[in-house]
């Protein structure tokens, strides 16, 4: 990309990843037919097609919608050649345990945002009744039917919460789960999850309260907005200063990032589908923690840096959810930024111009935000390793292109 266009337009955003990959998981839970729509047209949703059709499901992803046939007898193992390529296949632990009784499922490594463990989702699978091992890279886990208890989480784990939610649901008894994560994404399964005929309370609060059913039926249902990708845009509207209306986007998901962007000298009007972002002059620095929902999300904490870096003044940003977060800090300092970390701070001093260089994309977070720091950096900005960013941005290049953005993208040949 060549820095120096300003954002300005519309863009329309579809429904969450985060949320997607769940909801496809939990569809195992209702032998029939489940029609999910507004799912992102990512490489992950692919991946969990094709770990679905492994445990027999038939599994359709076209337009934006998923058509999946799940059979009364379905396979419980997922395999590590899938497990490793998508991390949140982990999800499909608490739905298989609930419905075959047993699950073998790859244990998924760390990755490029640190070491993430499992200890929370399988604490908590053991207090519902599984007995869990862990034998030549699989968790094995084996229950009868499994039973409702109350479960206190150490951590709001997103991962943990969904598993254990979608492990209680068939449960017998009331499981209650304590200090769960409260993510949209969370209330989006949970919707889900009640329209197949679940019992659950409390989404969007720290308890959930889960009465387990017999069964559940299929059902069809559309993903809730994708908050990281709105929040992204709004952040590349700050970044360029320029002016971006995000559709199909819950400003209420964003407020704390939104709010930051208004500290930061941006004006924030809600639209009626959305929310427009504004920025007229060079952004102030301000500072920001990542915390679990509703704090600020850490899945903008790499935009947010690029944004502080060139913004007027010092910024102090706390990272508090992945310990490897800051590894893409390296690259954006490529592009001349003036970062240094110490431990989960990061000390952000805005300059008023990147310059551009050829950097590496190494998550899909981390991708992105490269990407608006190049909108902001004199002459070209070369991000490798674009797959990242695939794997959470569906159209990504062309909507910039569509905002004012130069930007193409390239295929090149690799060095062996
Ligand atoms: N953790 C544990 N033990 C556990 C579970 C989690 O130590 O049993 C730790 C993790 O290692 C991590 C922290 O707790 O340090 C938070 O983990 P959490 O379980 O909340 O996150 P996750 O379910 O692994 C999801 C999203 C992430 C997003 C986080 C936080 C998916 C597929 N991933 O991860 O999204 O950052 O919640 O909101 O839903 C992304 O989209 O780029 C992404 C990384």
Redesign the pocket.
């Known amino acids: 990309m060549r820095g120096g266009a300003r954002l300005a337009g519309e863009v329309s955003v579809t429904g969450a990843?985060?949320s997607a990959?769940?909801l496809m998981a939990a569809a195992l839970l209702a032998p029939g037919h489940c029609t999910l729509t507004a799912v992102p047209e990512i490489a992950d949703v692919a991946i969990m097609a094709e770990l679905l059709r492994r445990l027999r499901c038939a599994a359709t992803v076209a337009d934006g919608t998923v058509e999946l046939d799940v059979p009364d007898r379905i396979e419980s193992e997922a395999d590590y050649d899938l497990v490793r390529r998508l991390?949140?296949s982990i999800?499909v632990l608490g739905p298989l345990l609930a419905r075959c009784g047993e699950a073998r499922v790859a244990l998924p490594g760390g990755d490029n945002?640190?070491?993430?463990?499992?200890?929370?989702?399988?604490?908590g699978l053991e207090r519902l009744g599984a007995v869990i091992t862990s034998e030549h890279g699989f968790l094995v886990a084996t229950a009868g039917r499994l039973t409702g208890t109350t479960i206190w989480l150490e951590?709001?784990?997103?991962?943990?919460t969904?598993n254990l939610l979608t492990a209680a649901v068939l449960a017998k008894g009331t499981t209650v789960i304590d200090n769960a994560?409260r993510?949209p994404?969370i209330g989006d399964l949970v919707a889900m999850l009640n329209s197949m005929g679940a019992q659950v309370n409390g989404a969007g609060s720290s308890t959930l309260v889960i009465d387990g059913v017999d069964a559940l039926s299929p059902v069809a249902h559309q993903t809730v907005p994708d908050r990281?990708v709105a929040g992204t845009w709004a952040i590349g509207a700050a970044i360029t200063r320029g002016d971006v209306t995000v559709r199909n986007a819950v400003p209420g998901h964003l407020e704390i990032a939104l709010d930051k962007l208004v500290s930061a000298g941006a004006t924030v009007e809600t639209t009626v589908d959305g929310f427009r972002v504004c920025m007229q002059q060079r952004p102030r620095s301000v500072d920001v923690v990542t915390l679990?929902?509703p704090g600020f999300?850490?899945?903008l904490q790499p935009a947010i840096i690029a944004l502080a870096a060139v913004s007027d003044g010092a910024a102090m940003v706390t990272e508090n959810?992945?310990?490897g977060r800051f590894m893409f800090i390296d690259e954006l300092v490529r592009l001349g930024a003036d970062v240094r970390t110490d431990g989960h701070h990061a000390v952000v001093r805005g300059r008023p111009r990147l310059s551009g260089a050829p950097v590496r994309a190494t998550?899909?977070?981390a991708g992105a935000a490269l990407v608006l720091a190049g909108l902001v950096a004199d002459g070209v900005t070369d991000v490798a390793e674009v797959h990242h960013i695939d794997r959470?941005y569906a159209g990504f290049v062309p909507q910039l292109q569509a905002l004012g953005a130069d930007v193409e993208r390239i295929e090149v040949d690799v060095c062996p």
Do not use: Q, W
């Open positions: 990843k985060n990959l769940k991390r949140a999800c945002i640190g070491s993430r463990g499992l200890d929370m989702h399988i604490g951590f709001p784990s997103v991962g943990a969904e994560a993510e994404e990281v679990p929902y999300p850490t899945d959810i992945f310990e998550d899909i977070r959470g």
